[in-house]
């Protein structure tokens, strides 16, 4: 029999710490309607799924789309699309591991696929944005924290688990600083936020030097950003020092796995030169002399504020449908 009816529209969901999107998307890419509240206004679990799923019912209904859904995509941290659950996160309110994918399937009788954000990130990249066309590359997300995931021979290498990739955990100092996952000497914890504000801590305690850093309110990497193209040497020094730790961890993942390309997302790498120039000095200096000068720094192309929600409509089309409606 010929089938007359078209799903030709997925669910998006993005939940981050602050905020949870989710929108419509078509099969170009399209966003027709998308909608956010704030992550913690729901500390408990169940809560934060009905409120969820009742918006996104509201959503189709409001749009006519109700039988034009075919699957839901969905980013959140520390997520595995092996399980479908959020395992672990150390950001979110709810703790231990949430089967997040099960239960919006169980409320809204259709497929659910999930992943975290680098994942996310990548997918739509390689769909979208500076990926396009390539086969091996790696995504980094630099914010909050440091993630990535890889693409290897077109496909998306995930490991056993679904944990590859974790470039972020490797420790680069067995007596460093502590990490937000409790280990010592973690790369994110020297190139992510956290970590960039606490070099910023010692470079200031280092030097009486004056700098616009000092007594500022509520320090952030951007502003740390602003500084430098003010020419503080203090927070020139700052990135500069980030950027050695970035290109050194990016140097013994790259000899691993010579990828075509980084591709940079993230608030992070809107420090541009003051962290990518010392970086990429780095990386030249300790890859693999054999990959030396063949594997490309590219920034995302994909605006920050949809790219999530892009990445997880492409997991939505790739989830095998499932309804409760037919």
């Known amino acids: 029999m ?3 009816s078209l799903k030709d529209k997925v669910f998006a969901v ?18 027709l309607a998308m909608e956010e509240f704030p992550t913690q206004d729901f500390p408990n679990i169940n809560d934060f799924v009905s409120r969820l799923c009742e918006r996104m019912v509201e959503m189709m209904l409001a749009n006519d789309m109700f039988g034009s859904i075919r699957s839901v995509g969905v980013s959140a941290p520390s997520s595995n699309s092996m399980t479908g659950c959020i395992e672990n996160a150390v950001n979110l309110p709810w703790k231990g591991v949430i089967p997040i994918g099960a239960m919006i399937r169980d409320r809204l009788g259709l497929a659910v696929a999930v992943g975290n954000k680098p994942h996310i990130r990548a997918l739509a990249e390689s769909e979208f944005g500076a990926a396009h066309g390539m086969k091996d590359f790696v995504l980094l997300t630099l914010g909050h924290g440091f993630g990535s ?3 290897s021979s077109n496909q998306p290498y995930q490991g056993t688990d679904g944990f590859a990739g974790e470039v972020g955990h490797n420790t680069c100092d067995v007596n460093g600083r502590i990490c937000g996952c409790g280990k010592k000497g973690c790369l994110e914890a020297y190139v992510a936020e956290r970590g960039i504000l606490m070099t910023a801590k010692e470079v200031l305690e280092e030097s009486s030097e004056p700098s616009l850093m000092r007594g500022f309110e ?13 020419g503080d040497a203090l927070s020139i020094e700052v990135m500069r020092r980030t950027g050695v730790w970035l290109g050194w961890g990016l ?43 063949k594997v490309r720094f590219v920034m995302g192309a994909i605006d920050a504020s949809v790219c999530d929600l892009l990445g997880a409509s492409v997991l939505a089309w790739d989830v095998k449908e499932y309804s409760l409606f037919k």
């Open 218 to 230: 509520n320090l952030k990497p951007k502003n740390i950003t602003e500084f430098c193209e003010q």
């Open 2 to 4: 010929i089938e007359t």
């Open 149 to 151: 995931f890889i693409y």
């Open 14 to 31: 993005q939940i981050s710490v602050l905020r949870t999107a989710y929108a419509i998307v078509d099969i170009r890419g399209d966003i």
């Open 251 to 293: 140097a013994n993942f790259a000899t691993v796995m010579d990828p075509e390309a980084f591709v940079l997302t993230g608030g992070i790498t809107h420090a541009g030169k003051w962290l990518f120039e010392p970086a990429e000095e780095t990386f030249d200096k300790y890859v693999f002399h054999n990959i030396k000068g």
